[in-house]
């Protein structure tokens, strides 16, 4: 009944892929009718695939809504107030700063017409992005400015439906147990009350009251409202993706995890045919995934559900999906442990056959250290992983394009690792050891660090094109920076590059750009010395450099 529901959705949002699609579906039900994970995935495998059609979809709808908007005369300001409440329910789970300006716009149409229960609407629109994005603070404060009394008996069930899940999900977000029973508490008192506004039977009385069972822990009754509400109700795909996602969440804490994954993969099947990308379901699956063994496709999951995040703009998300970057990133590193305690063994059972192996006990140690070194450069890009996700807590300092920068170079590093050690196991198990100096000498890590500057300068001069042309105004002609041929940025520039990023830290740049903290120092008292502002003025100038 469920994928039944799930192949109407599709047909419906996009004709011209139905029949590819509708095979996949096919194969995803077994002879009970019932998705197995190997079906699911792959369903989730094309529909990835195929996500532009659903994306293209949502902006042809957004284009018409523009071409409805301009028709309108001016004078027509609640029909004006029509299409802008449209046009933000188009964009409030799939851009996070197109859907802030239409709420802006939807404000201001609401105060011209003077109109008391619009502009308490209106408001009540910033609350759903806010929270979504993960701003609390602003969310609370936005919350009291609504006058409830003027909001329709619907408009009262999505505020309080709101109250609820700010209290809920910041005390997910602050984890101390006592905080969290704290605002736990707060959030089911706005369930009730929004449980008041809703009619029996309805799809918001079902989803009000499964999610009061379920935040109390009623996990059983939660199950059957949730069931009912997903067969018997006609639903959008985007109340199926999150339905089924709690539906996931509450097998999951029965300890049914293959069911939970199961729900987790048919709600990130229906976010991605509605492009929602403010959604939690492909890190649900990517979580168990990695639970499962599945490393590599978790990691593939994860990507695509940091670009949903970083494509919406929610910061919450992203802080959430890069903690568990580490966290494969240390099963890597597992991994190449293992290998090496093989091969410790194997070096010792290589012993036994006596002195006249001494020579080649020798040469195994030998390529135990290097293993060792090869370990603690895995370490280290750890470690590496482990900056970027303090990155990603700063998410508004850095654009898409330079996270997807350094996940490409750190997967990349990775790679390259993985390929020497490959190469290393074939040629011990070989006994080519001369080929393996000869694979270990070819490192070039000069090399390596040079390109390194030259992308970084590309990626940097994309996000700031006007940064030297700015940077150089800030100085007499005499004095301004004249780049040699085919050089993108010296060292000047890129070390207030780094800190237009929000790299502050002196001695981390010393150590990025491979100088000490000294040298940077006097890099830094040349530049500024040479500059027409005050040396106090000039750090806060380069933070102005606005992007493209």
């Known amino acids: 009944m469920v994928l039944l529901v799930f192949?109407?959705?599709?047909?419906?949002?996009?004709?011209?892929?139905?029949?590819?699609?509708?095979?996949?579906?096919?194969f995803a039900l077994s002879s009970r009718s019932q998705p197995t994970v190997d079906s699911l995935l792959h369903?989730?495998?094309?529909?990835i695939k195929i996500k532009d059609v659903y994306v293209q979809a949502k902006l042809g709808r957004i284009q018409k809504l523009h071409s409805q908007l301009a028709a309108i005369p001016h004078a027509q300001a609640s029909a004006q107030f029509t299409v802008y409440n449209k046009l933000f329910h188009e964009y409030k789970v799939f851009i996070y700063d197109s859907a802030f300006k239409y709420y802006t716009q939807l404000f201001k149409v609401a105060r011209k017409l003077n109109d008391p229960a619009k502009i308490n609407y209106s408001k009540l629109k910033l609350c759903f992005i806010l929270l979504s994005s993960g701003m609390y603070k602003e969310t609370f404060d936005s919350l009291k400015t609504i006058r409830v009394a003027m909001l329709s008996d619907s408009s009262k069930i999505d505020y309080y439906l709101q109250a609820a899940r700010a209290y809920f999900d910041l005390g997910t977000y602050n984890g101390d147990p006592y905080y969290y029973q704290k605002y736990t508490k707060r959030g089911l008192q706005f369930l009730d009350s929004a449980l008041m506004y809703c009619k029996p039977n309805s799809y918001d009385y079902f989803y009000m009251s499964n999610y009061k069972h379920m935040t109390r822990g009623d996990i059983d009754n939660a199950l059957i409202e949730v069931s009912y509400l997903l067969q018997k109700l006609p639903l959008t795909s985007h109340q199926r993706a999150i339905n089924t996602h709690h539906l996931g969440n509450m097998y999951l804490r029965k300890g049914e995890n293959d069911k939970a994954l199961k729900a987790f993969l048919e709600a990130a099947i229906c976010d991605i045919q509605a492009a929602v990308k403010e959604n939690a379901a492909l890190n649900s699956v990517a979580n168990i995934l990695y639970k499962k063994g599945d490393v590599k496709k978790a990691y593939q999951l994860i990507e695509e559900a940091m670009k949903d995040a970083l494509d919406y703009g929610a910061h919450q998300r992203k802080i959430e999906i890069g903690s568990i970057l580490p966290i494969i990133a240390d099963g890597e590193l597992r991994a190449v442990e293992s290998e090496r305690?093989?091969?410790?063994?194997?070096?010792?059972?290589?012993?036994?056959?006596?002195?006249?192996?001494?020579?080649?006990?020798?040469?195994?140690?030998?390529?135990?250290?290097?293993?060792?070194?090869?370990?603690a450069s895995i370490t280290k890009a750890n470690i590496n992983l482990h900056e970027i996700n303090h990155q990603l807590r700063e998410a508004d300092k850095i654009k898409e394009e330079y996270i997807g920068y350094y996940f490409n170079i750190n997967s990349n590093y990775l790679n390259k690792i993985e390929d020497v050690l490959k190469a290393v196991d074939q040629k011990l198990s070989a006994k080519?050891?001369?080929?393996?100096?000869?694979?270990?000498a070819n490192i070039n890590l000069k090399r390596e660090r040079e390109q390194l500057f030259v992308n970084f300068d590309k990626v940097f001069l994309k996000l700031f094109p006007d940064f030297v042309i700015i940077f150089n105004s800030y100085f007499k002609e005499e004095d301004r920076i004249v780049l040699k041929d085919n050089l993108l940025l010296n060292t000047e520039l890129r070390i207030f590059a780094l800190i237009r990023l929000g790299i502050s830290d002196t001695e981390k740049i010393a150590k990025i750009l491979d100088y000490s903290v000294n040298t940077i120092y006097t890099y830094k008292t040349k530049v500024k010395s040479k500059s027409l502002l005050p040396n106090e003025e000039f750090e806060k100038k380069i933070m102005e450099i606005i992007t493209v």
């Open 432 to 440: 080519k050891f001369d080929d393996i100096r000869f694979i270990l």
């Open 7 to 26: 192949v109407m959705n599709f047909i419906l949002v996009n004709r011209k892929v139905f029949f590819s699609s509708f095979l996949l579906l096919l």
């Open 43 to 47: 369903a989730l495998d094309h529909t």
């Open 341 to 375: 305690s093989v091969w410790l063994i194997y070096s010792t059972a290589l012993t036994i056959l006596g002195v006249l192996l001494i020579v080649f006990i020798v040469i195994i140690a030998n390529q135990v250290k290097r293993l060792k070194l090869a370990e």
